[in-house]
């Protein structure tokens, strides 16, 4: 596999190797070894998968207590996704990475504890997988606005977003 550094400490582009003939393909989707070689901890302690319509936008969400490492992939689709520093101790602090990932590139990412993760839906529909490095706790979950200016991001969308009401009341990054 592959593994590219961002701009962001931590955060990694993850290019596993790819075996396709006429057939189809053959890709390992995880290898704690390779991660742990590639400087991603483990373990996983939880998987999770959403199946999204087009122009669905789910994030920025994080967890406070117990913050959760991330390995993401699409399996169906495509789908804009947004890693946001929100470490308060960190050179990089509000600032974001983002790339599309589609099933077609098999590219997987990941997104270390102690950052706000997104994403929106850019095909008819997507299927998202992740894995997490701690588990989910309803109570200690946050959510930042997808549209914080301070912040920046820019969706590649023109229409205004398909938001759950958590993710339309969330919080902007100056009054968490």
């Known amino acids: 596999m592959k593994v590219i ?3 962001i400490e931590g955060v990694l582009i993850i290019q596993p190797k790819v ?7 053959f890709l390992e989707t995880s290898n704690q ?4 070689e590639a400087g991603i901890p483990g373990p996983f302690v939880q998987d999770n998968r959403s199946h999204s319509a087009k ?3 789910r994030g920025l969400h994080f967890q ?12 169906s689709g495509s789908v804009f996704d947004v890693a946001v520093d929100i470490r308060k101790d960190s050179p990089t ?10 099933a077609d590139e ?6 270390p504890p102690g950052l706000a993760h ?4 850019l095909s008819e529909t997507a299927d998202f997988q992740y894995k997490c490095t701690e588990y989910y706790h309803p109570e200690d979950e946050g959510s930042i606005r997808w549209d914080d200016p301070d912040i920046g991001i820019q969706w590649p969308i023109t229409e205004p977003p398909s938001l759950s009401d958590k993710d339309a009341k969330a919080a902007y990054l100056k009054d968490l």
């Open 5 to 7: 550094k961002t701009a």
């Open 19 to 25: 075996f396709g003939d006429s057939r189809g393909f």
């Open 33 to 36: 070894a390779r991660y742990a």
């Open 55 to 57: 122009g669905v936008l």
């Open 64 to 75: 406070k207590q117990y913050p959760q490492g991330k390995l993401v992939f699409v399996t």
């Open 93 to 102: 602090f509000g600032q974001w990475f983002g790339l599309t990932l589609t």
């Open 106 to 111: 098999h590219q997987q990412f990941y997104v």
């Open 118 to 121: 997104g994403f929106c839906v």
